[in-house]
């Protein structure tokens, strides 16, 4: 379960809080760090297997619209 807690989406920087249980599913970050920080082409299908592992699914293709529609700044850029 994750639970996020954040401010309405405005001008003004937003504090966060995130709640994650299992507490098992805390190393999945640690692995994701990992996998992150490696240069090469494998990181994405590594990235795959691990969000396979812990039964995640990712929309990246979400991304740009999610940037614009509440004007973020994009983490990929």
């Given at each position: 379960m994750s639970l996020t807690l954040?401010g309405i989406p405005g001008t003004?920087?937003?504090?966060?809080?995130?709640?994650?249980?299992?507490?098992?599913?805390?190393?999945?970050?640690?692995?994701?760090?990992?996998?992150?920080?490696?240069?090469?082409?494998?990181?994405?299908?590594?990235?795959?297997?691990?969000?396979?592992?812990?039964?995640?699914?990712?929309?990246?293709?979400?991304?740009?619209?999610?940037?614009?529609?509440?004007?973020?700044?994009?983490?990929?850029?």
């Amino acid at each position: 379960m994750s639970l996020t807690l954040s401010g309405i989406p405005g001008t003004r920087d937003a504090r966060t809080l995130e709640m994650i249980a299992p507490p098992d599913f805390a190393s999945y970050f640690e692995e994701l760090s990992k996998i992150l920080s490696e240069p090469g082409s494998s990181a994405k299908r590594k990235e795959s297997e691990l969000d396979e592992k812990y039964g995640l699914t990712n929309h990246p293709e979400w991304l740009p619209e999610l940037v614009r529609e509440y004007k973020l700044k994009n983490p990929l850029s």
